[in-house]
């Protein structure tokens, strides 16, 4: 079954520590995104990654850290330094180019305690 | 910086009512359209796009939007909704001279009574 794959669903963890968010797609596409979601605040993009080893800072970079080291992982770290860390975390990808769909994960809901 | 606006945060419409969900979306040059639903515990999926040629598109489940290039609006429509209709809608905008990145609207939230 072809998807995106994001573990786990929900997460806890205590503030100050960093926590590495999963996400895998065996879609074979090219381009992988994340994207946080606040209640009345739609998708705000975090980071993404339009080729292995290659990735851009979105809207809401900071306290964040990505890496792209193969085709179908894009794993992101929030860190210590993210102010306001809890939130639901939604990973998507798409073939790359711009009329591409994006696909997306299940999601991680991440609570800091 | 580029934005996408949806203009209701929650619509609240009785079965058989007709939906339409407003979405516009700031100058940035050549745009694809795209409009997500998300339904409780579900993934968000793709509702349609618009990349070029017929402004009206029709997408899944009875669904369509219109582009109008002079107004910057993608209004997402349909004539007659059901209760599995329930859901909350987002509008996104890819910019082409931009990437392949998403700006999403804040999303409206969907209530239908049966």
């Known amino acids: 079954d072809g998807g995106i794959t994001q573990s786990p669903k929900y997460l806890f963890r205590k503030e100050g520590q960093n926590v590495t968010l999963s996400c895998e797609q065996n879609?074979?596409?090219?381009?992988m995104y994340w994207y946080r979601q606040d209640p009345g605040q739609g998708l705000r993009l975090i980071y993404y990654?339009?080729?292995?080893?290659?990735?851009q800072k979105g809207d809401i970079a900071e306290g964040y850290s990505v890496s792209r080291e193969k085709k179908e992982s894009f794993p992101l770290t929030v860190t210590s330094a993210q102010k306001n860390p809890t939130a639901f975390y939604l990973c998507?990808?798409?073939?790359?180019?711009?009329?591409?769909?994006?696909?997306f994960g299940p999601g991680t809901r991440l609570t800091v305690l | 910086a580029q934005s996408v606006s949806q203009h209701n945060h929650h619509v609240i419409l009785s079965e058989a009512a007709s939906l339409e969900l407003g979405c516009n979306y700031s100058?940035?040059?050549?745009?694809?359209l795209f409009w997500y639903v998300q339904y409780p515990g579900q993934h968000l999926q793709l509702l349609l796009k618009?990349?070029?040629?017929?402004?009206l598109v029709k997408g899944i489940k009875g669904f369509e939007a219109e582009f109008i290039k002079s107004k910057f609006s993608f209004n997402l429509r349909k004539p007659s909704v059901q209760w599995s209709d329930t859901a909350e809608y987002f509008c996104?905008?890819?910019?082409?001279?931009?990437?392949?990145?998403?700006?999403f609207g804040k999303g409206t939230t969907l209530s239908v009574s049966s």
């Open positions: 618009y990349f070029s040629g017929d402004p």
């Open positions: 998507a990808s798409s073939r790359g180019g711009p009329f591409n769909e994006q696909f």
């Open positions: 990654s339009q080729i292995v080893n290659d990735f």
């Open positions: 100058y940035g040059g050549t745009v694809n």
């Open positions: 879609l074979n596409h090219d381009a």
């Open positions: 996104a905008v890819n910019y082409q001279k931009a990437g392949t990145a998403l700006i």
